[in-house]
């Protein structure tokens, strides 16, 4: 049971809500290393899925983030604690990684995996306004660092006894699965702690209505197009990184463990490594200097990756696509603090985790698709590309970004 936020003090608002952050961090980390990892592999290689199937399952935590815009709108107004909201999506994707880890069914399993991560993704927005209401704006990216800190690691480390259990055997891959599903109930416990309002109330008549602060805030709107575009480029390719080091189609075909460590464990560590850096640079840097760096960053990152069949070289590309990552998710997840005004930070988030969800949704597919056409070398490429444009976009702003973090200073 949450404690009630009108009684603490914003010390205590600020303790209560890091302590609880951590153990959600942990519970994070191998809910992380099953959809990064273990859900597309078991897809590949225990299952054989085609192409609909693996674009299905790669594309469950961004239509959960399409729906969070809906939900945020249907829960504004009902006296409903953030908190609550957010954690109860945890507890019914529990229920649904259990399911599907035990029934012995292609599709039955694509289902359950591909709903239980909807659910996870669905809740972002209630979380990022948690820490708006209870971190102190000059601390919310060294808070928000330390449990991002633990997801990485436990996702780094799951991943790894993760794949060494499937080089046993691949058929454990149900008790593995198991494991995080445990996990996502477990994450809801945490959540449910934490101390939060209610959700504030919207003035919109349908579930879509917050799409207007892209054009009566004009910034706002702007870095989102922006951030379409260098998303797209990136989460295209997501899926596409495990089947080009898992699959017989490009002639790697790694072992689990080979997959575990490019896939999860050498980002994840890199990530883990720097996110205090970066966590330190969003409390004190221009953001849209900081976001055209990480830009530059994925784009080298995913050419590296693609370009060769040599691991050496692929795990380099992945190291400086965790680089990008470690300070990709604090801004991801803390940026629109900046831009929101009071009491709009969980409608501006639905905006920004909707457009995530539309290009996570649909990158898969198109990735898949161009792959084929032209090859997982030359759709590394186009990314690259697109985050050297999404970074030239980024130029004209940088004035408004300099007086953002002066108005905050």
């Not at 454990?172 to 599903?181: H, I, K, P, S």
């Not at 850096?277 to 050419?303: E, S, T, Y």
Request: proline share 4%; charged share 10%.
């Amino acid at each position: 049971m949450s404690l009630e936020h009108s009684s603490l003090t914003t010390s205590e608002l600020h303790k209560t809500t890091y302590k609880y952050d951590l153990w959600r961090g942990f519970f994070e980390g191998v809910m992380s290393s099953g959809i990064q990892t273990f859900a597309l592999f078991i897809a590949i290689r225990y299952y054989n899925a085609g192409e609909g199937i693996k674009s299905l399952i790669a594309a469950g935590p961004f239509i959960g983030m399409i729906l969070s815009l809906p939900l945020v709108h249907y829960t504004a107004g009902k006296g409903l604690k953030k908190s609550w909201c957010s954690a109860v999506p945890s507890a019914l994707a529990s229920v649904c990684l259990i399911i599907g880890a035990w029934v012995p069914s292609l599709e039955f399993y694509a289902l359950m995996i591909t709903v239980s991560y909807i659910f996870r993704s669905a809740a972002i927005p209630y979380l990022t306004s948690i820490y708006s209401d209870n971190y102190p704006h000059h601390k919310r990216g060294a808070s928000v660092s330390k449990p991002l800190l633990l997801t990485v690691a436990i996702s780094a480390l799951f991943g790894l006894a993760g794949s060494l259990i499937l080089e046993i055997n691949i058929v454990y891959f149900n008790w593995v699965f198991t494991v995080v599903g445990v996990c996502a109930i477990a994450k809801a416990w945490a959540i449910s702690s934490m101390p939060s309002k209610v959700i504030e109330k919207t003035s919109h008549s349908h579930p879509f209505g917050n799409f207007k602060y892209t054009i009566t805030d004009r910034e706002f709107g702007y870095v989102l197009l922006t951030w379409f575009i260098m998303g797209f480029a990136n989460l295209w390719v997501l899926p596409l990184r495990v089947d080009y080091i898992a699959s017989t189609t490009y002639g790697i075909e790694a072992s689990p463990v080979i997959v575990a460590l490019i896939i999860t464990v050498i980002p994840e560590t890199i990530r883990f490594l720097f996110i205090p850096f970066w966590a330190r640079l969003f409390d004190r840097m221009n953001f849209i200097v900081l976001r055209m760096i990480l830009n530059v960053l994925f784009g080298i990152g995913i050419a590296l990756f693609f370009i060769s069949k040599n691991l050496l070289v692929i795990g380099t590309g992945s190291a400086l696509i965790g680089l990008a990552f470690a300070g990709g998710s604090i801004a991801w997840a803390l940026w629109v603090t900046k831009y929101a005004p009071p009491g709009k930070v969980s409608a501006y988030m639905s905006v920004h985790v909707c457009l995530t969800g539309i290009r996570g949704t649909i990158g898969p597919i198109i990735g898949y698709w161009t792959a084929a056409q032209v090859g997982a070398t030359m759709t590394g490429w186009i990314s690259c590309g697109l985050m050297i444009l999404a970074t030239i976009m980024l130029f004209p702003e940088i004035k408004h970004g300099r007086k953002k973090m002066l108005a905050a200073s």
